[in-house]
């Protein structure tokens, strides 16, 4: 019960960070420049899909992450959360955890998550993923 109000909330919170009731769109700075990442698989399941991706991230090094997408009612939307590691060096680990919502756009899926990463930063985290080719660009604000 507590994970599907945090669910959604940060859902509430996702879409509320770009416009509020007014109008008003809410500036948000970029952690590091757009990236894009190469899916490495696609698992479609009955309740969820699983999609892995690994690819440069800025300011991250190399990152590999995997995204649990789950359903909603019309099967185009629902729950995301997921995990990722970037190798910033060879010294340098660092681990995330996401919770989110998405919702299919044609033959895209737009995922907004909310990311914790072991260094204490916060992230939002724009993700749109092009089923045709292959990639997931993702664009990542700084929230901490």
């Not at 440069?56 to 939307?77: E, I, P, Q």
């Not at 072991?118 to 089923?131: H, L, R």
Request: charged share 15%; no cysteine; net charge negative.
């Amino acid at each position: 019960m507590k994970i599907s109000a945090l669910l959604v909330g940060l859902s509430v919170m996702s879409f509320s960070v770009f416009a509020d009731d007014h109008g008003t769109t809410l500036a948000l700075e970029a952690r590091q420049p757009d990236s894009t990442m190469n899916v490495t698989s696609v698992n479609v399941g009955t309740d969820q899909t699983t999609i892995t991706a690994s690819g440069k991230m800025g300011a991250y090094g190399k990152v590999y992450t995997t995204y649990n997408l789950t359903y909603g009612a019309d099967r185009s939307s629902g729950f995301v959360e997921g995990n990722g590691r970037g190798v910033v060096d060879a010294e340098t680990v660092v681990s995330g955890y996401f919770v989110g919502v998405w919702h299919r756009q044609g033959s895209t899926i737009v995922m907004h998550n909310t990311v914790h990463v072991s260094d204490g930063t916060q992230n939002f985290d724009v993700i749109e993923f092009d089923a045709r080719g292959d990639t997931l660009q993702h664009q990542v604000y700084v929230l901490k």
